[in-house]
């Protein structure tokens, strides 16, 4: 993969996050750097549900996530995590998934999700800052098929031929969230990718507002007006937002987002109601 020359500014991304730690090239700093970010970036699609191309050039992604104080979606959140990691000095390679996640059993959906490979220490291990709600807080082994804990859920990685099923435990049992192989992608897979998910109007992307917030307590959900958040600990709470006003508060108030002002942002987001 040709690498983008753009550097981060590390320390702006470091007091981004709140992450005030020494960085190393070790387990430690990856759990942290993860946890940092998860909690103060969050997962959004505001710029594709407003009609807007995400531009996935780094120096953008910068400036939208670290200095305009936005999040974005998989190939903005993984893309800077994977500047900053590299940066630092770790080994880290951008990987491609197809979604499964509530989708019809045996579903073939293109890959149109960006994660990470980290190998550390001669061990690999799955990264990932963008997959909303279900993203796993903490990295995960890619050499063990046990069931491995994270701070937020349980997950377990199994590996069928030569690519590896990500899954979820809910209530329910195990449920799939994604496919992937080990092969690296390229600049241009992920322009492609990113083009459908930012403006095929059958993208969810462009179809429905998401945000999603992962806080060392729980998981705030935000789809179109209806808000949830599920502690670690305790039952599921719900609220349908009342109107665009709420919404625009209520982004800004549990999520960090505030929403770009205007009467054709404000038009769009009047539809959710």
Not at 59 to 69: G, N, P, S, W
């Amino acid at each position: 993969m040709t690498a983008d020359t753009h550097g981060i500014d590390l320390d702006s991304y470091f007091a981004r996050i709140g992450y005030s730690g020494r960085p190393a090239q070790t387990l430690q700093t990856l759990k942290a750097l993860l946890a940092r970010h998860i909690d103060s970036i969050p997962f959004e699609n505001i710029t594709p549900f407003l009609g807007e191309p995400v531009n996935i050039e780094l120096a953008a992604i910068e400036d939208k996530l670290v200095h305009h104080q936005r999040g974005g979606y998989c190939f903005e959140q993984n893309a800077l995590l994977r500047a900053v990691l590299q940066q630092i000095g770790f080994q880290v390679t951008g990987l491609a998934a197809r979604v499964l996640w509530q989708m019809p059993e045996g579903h073939q959906s293109a890959q149109s999700h960006m994660l990470l490979r980290v190998v550390l220490e001669g061990v690999p291990y799955l990264l990932d800052a963008g997959f909303g709600s279900n993203t796993p807080s903490a990295p995960l082994r890619m050499d063990s098929a046990a069931r491995q804990s994270t701070p937020h859920a349980v997950y377990r990685l199994t590996l069928i031929g030569e690519e590896y099923l990500l899954e979820i435990r809910i209530a329910q049992g195990w449920a799939p969230l994604y496919r992937f192989d080990c092969r690296p992608r390229t600049a241009g897979d992920y322009k492609m990718a990113n083009w459908y998910c930012c403006t095929h109007p059958e993208s969810r992307f462009v179809q429905q507002l998401i945000a999603t917030r992962i806080v060392p307590e729980g998981r705030h959900v935000l789809l179109d007006r209806q808000l949830s958040y599920q502690p670690i600990d305790g039952p599921k709470t719900e609220k349908t937002l009342a109107d665009v006003g709420d919404l625009r508060r209520t982004l800004l108030a549990v999520f960090g987002i505030e929403v770009p002002s205007g009467a054709g942002a404000d038009r769009k987001l009047a539809g959710i109601f």
